[in-house]
Nanobody, 124 residues
């Protein structure tokens, strides 16, 4: 059974930084494409960033470019989201997801496994 566990969320002031982690167990992490999505209150879940199985290809939402960085450590079965220059509009529950076909991608429907989410709150 594949399990994803996010951590690293919390309360931060605008302009601050956080690093989210997502630890994957029970599967073949090094073969998975990984993604981060977020959902703010009253809004739909939206794409944030994705990374393919070997880390050679990353893509970002326009709102994330230049501020958020996705990376992975296949030896630790973990994917990260470094978030800098945080804004109040970044406030949301952040979810990591795994695509067993290795590519990742922008659409949430392309992912097979999901974590429970971690809350990020940015105060202005």
């Amino acid at each position: 059974q594949v399990q994803l566990a996010e951590s690293g969320g919390g309360l931060v002031q605008a302009g601050g930084s956080l690093r989210l982690s997502c630890a994957v167990s029970g599967g073949s992490f090094s073969a998975y494409g990984m993604g981060w999505f977020r959902q703010a209150p009253g809004k739909e879940r939206e794409f944030v960033a994705t990374i393919n199985w070997n880390g050679g290809n990353t893509k970002y939402a326009d709102s994330a470019k230049g501020r958020l960085t996705i990376s992975r450590d296949n030896a630790k079965n973990t994917v990260y989201l470094q978030m800098n220059s945080l804004k109040s509009e970044d406030t949301a529950v952040y979810y990591c997801a795994a695509d067993r076909w290795g590519l990742g991608g922008l659409g949430w429907s392309g992912y097979d496994y999901w974590g429970q989410g971690t809350q990020v709150t940015v105060s202005s």
